[in-house]
């Protein structure tokens, strides 16, 4: 039997995409990412998404968990009749990237939370997005357990022309000085100035419509003079 051999020409080549109308200009995409859990993805997720929905525009929460705690934050809402400012979906198991892009093309800003200690998911949505955040507790062990999810998208950087990545210190208390420390020790990276406070509003929330939005608003605003014009 002859191999078969991929001549000139027989490559895939990428279709060129449709330019956006003016009217609809594409939403940007954004990505919760760590490989370590429980440091706040889904609770930044769903109040991000809450401050970018007030500020106008359309928004969508892709939840890439297979746990889906925020499709459990929209259902648990829904039963109580409440209706969140944003749809929360499913993020398909192979196409999260090609999913995330067609809502961004759609005009609406997409938020992934991504699950702990998943590289394949957490690669494919640091790829398409156009800002990654990393959560991280003020603690010495978060700290020291960010080097493996930086040094994933260190490597992603390298490959990809645009990447904008981003470590949030979450539940800061300033009341302790080991806040302080790993406050301090942040600065050596990537990192947005804005850090989250320690705050039991965050905690009894789910199932609700986020309402303590000052710093998601002020993340926002950060988000925008990084990436430039928001849409
Ligand atoms: N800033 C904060 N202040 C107080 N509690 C917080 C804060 N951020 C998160 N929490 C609480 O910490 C817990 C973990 O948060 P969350 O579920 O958002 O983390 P996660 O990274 O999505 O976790 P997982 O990796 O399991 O998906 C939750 O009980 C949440 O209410
Ligand atoms: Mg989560």
Redesign the pocket.
């Known amino acids: 039997m002859t191999p078969t051999r991929a001549g000139a020409g027989q490559l895939r080549r990428k279709e060129t995409e449709p330019a956006p109308s003016a009217a609809q200009q594409p939403g940007l995409i954004i990505a ?1 990412t ?1 490989l ?10 769903m109040h991000l998404a809450t401050a970018v929905a007030q500020a106008g525009l359309a928004v969508v929460v892709l939840d890439a ?1 297979e ?1 889906v ?1 925020a499709v459990r934050w929209q259902q648990h809402a829904n039963a109580d009749g409440i209706r969140l400012p944003f749809e929360v979906v499913v993020a398909e198991r192979n196409s999260l990237m090609r999913q995330a892009r067609d809502f961004a093309r759609a005009g609406r800003t997409v938020i992934i ?1 991504t ?2 200690n998943n590289r394949e998911v957490l690669k494919s949505a640091a790829t398409v997005a156009d800002v990654v955040l990393v ?1 991280v507790l003020p603690t010495g062990l978060d700290v020291d357990r960010l080097a493996t999810t930086l040094e994933l998208l260190a490597d992603l950087e390298a490959a990809l022309e645009k990447f904008n990545y981003a470590i949030v210190l ?3 208390d300033a009341r302790k000085g080991m806040a302080h420390e790993a406050n301090e020790a942040l600065n050596a990276h990537p990192r947005l100035e804005t850090v ?8 009894k ?2 199932g609700q419509i986020p309402t303590e939005l000052a710093q998601f608003r002020l993340i926002w605003a950060e988000i925008g003079s990084a990436v430039g014009d928001l849409p």
Request: glycine share 10%; net charge neutral; hydrophobic share 30%.
């Open positions: 919760l760590s370590k859990g429980g440091v706040g993805k889904t609770t930044i997720t968990d746990e705690s939370d699950p702990p959560p979450n539940r800061f989250i406070k320690s705050l039991s509003a965050y905690e929330v789910f």
